[in-house]
């Protein structure tokens, strides 16, 4: 499949967007990366996961206990997945090339790829959102019909039921089987991979084996098959299901778009920050607990605008990013709780499953 391009404006949204945010950084002397908030935030909920793993693997608790913190480490892991990964890979974390390569790598030590990651997430999802055979986050055929333009089965008739199962196993099909399908394959879903270098192999693999040795061998031998089954199963569904919950509430809702290119040219309707908005959905941007909790990515619309600014900055940018839209009567998708955007997502995966 070809990629799709997008239109160009003679009043570009874009344009003007940007000359506003970049105004906003400059007036304000504030910078566009993180800042102590973010490292505060990072320390806490790494020294939180490293603390956890070692009480449950060196000291484990009674087995009730156990679990209860295998939950909560689910919790740390998705986290650290929302704010210290995710900045993180978008070079967004810190001034400092190193410590933005340092925070995406907490992904490689959790059992994923940084290098898959930034290819399906920075290039393919953020250029080519709710496009269906181009974004690989809308694609989980054949047990969930996600876009209006994928093929509807018997079966999608009750994913609104059973949906949570298959989110849940997120995590573990990350690991086990999505960054290895990426790399032998050559592409991300219809795109190709950037070509891998010798030391991007390197840490692939050194990183796999490392997390091998830390979430399956060690915790095997040292509390038995069986414990450390019922441990690591609480701890990646319970991760999994929070991860793939906020990453759809942002895309798979009712009020979101799914454009296609035109079948004849290829292009799409929309410059691309339309397209941005129309594609993607905020949520409980006033609720300051889930903000900090999801690293930000309850502000979608901005950071899908500006991925290279820290989650910080949201809350702020979102007022000038309203207004711009509000001045070229484009539409901004908000739900004020969390539990509207559940609820229309559910509407929605029941719409997609019966029409």
């Known amino acids: 499949m070809i990629a799709p391009k997008f239109a160009q404006a003679s009043k570009s949204f874009h344009a003007e967007l940007n000359k506003r ?13 993180g800042n102590a ?21 060196f000291f484990t608790p009674l087995w009730y206990f156990a679990l209860a913190e295998c939950v909560i480490l689910g919790f740390f892991l998705a986290g650290i997945g929302f704010n210290v990964m995710h900045d993180g890979a978008h070079g967004s974390f810190s001034k400092s090339t190193f410590w933005n390569e340092a925070a995406a790598y907490t992904l490689n030590v959790l059992g994923g ?5 930034k290819m399906k997430h920075n290039v393919v999802h953020h250029t080519f959102t709710n496009i269906d055979d181009m974004d690989d986050d809308i694609e989980a055929k054949p047990f ?3 876009g209006p333009n994928q093929k509807r089965l018997k079966l999608h008739r009750f994913q609104h039921i059973y949906f949570w199962f298959f989110y849940s196993l997120l995590y573990i099909f990350w690991i086990l089987f999505t960054d290895y399908k990426k790399l032998f394959s050559g592409k991300v879903l219809n795109t190709p991979l950037k070509k891998m270098k010798p030391s991007d192999h390197i840490v692939f693999w050194s990183f796999k084996v490392l997390h091998y040795g ?15 089954l019922l441990g690591f ?7 999994g299901l929070i991860l793939s919950i906020v990453f759809q509430l942002a895309h798979t809702v009712e009020e979101a778009s799914f454009p296609l290119p035109n079948e004849h040219t290829g292009n799409m309707d929309d410059e691309w920050a339309i397209h941005q908005i129309k594609t993607t959905a905020n949520f409980a941007t006033k609720n300051k607990i889930i903000t900090w909790f999801v690293g930000g990515l309850n502000f979608q619309v901005e950071h899908h605008l500006f991925p290279k600014v820290s989650h910080i900055h949201y809350p702020e940018i979102s007022k000038i990013v309203k207004q711009v839209c509000s001045e070229f009567e484009i539409n901004y998708i908000e739900f004020p709780k969390m539990r509207y955007a559940v609820a229309s997502h559910v509407k929605y995966l029941k719409q997609m499953g019966r029409s």
């Open 214 to 228: 830390l979430f399956f061998v060690m915790p095997i031998i040292l509390l038995g098959f069986v414990n450390w």
């Open 144 to 146: 969930l019909r996600l």
């Open 21 to 33: 945010i970049a105004d906003y950084f400059k007036n304000s002397g504030v910078a566009m990366t």
């Open 233 to 239: 199963l609480t701890f990646a569904l319970t991760g």
């Open 37 to 57: 908030k973010l490292y505060t935030k990072a320390a806490i909920l790494i020294t939180g996961f490293i603390a956890l793993y070692v009480h449950l693997v």
């Open 113 to 117: 790829s940084s290098f898959m990651w």
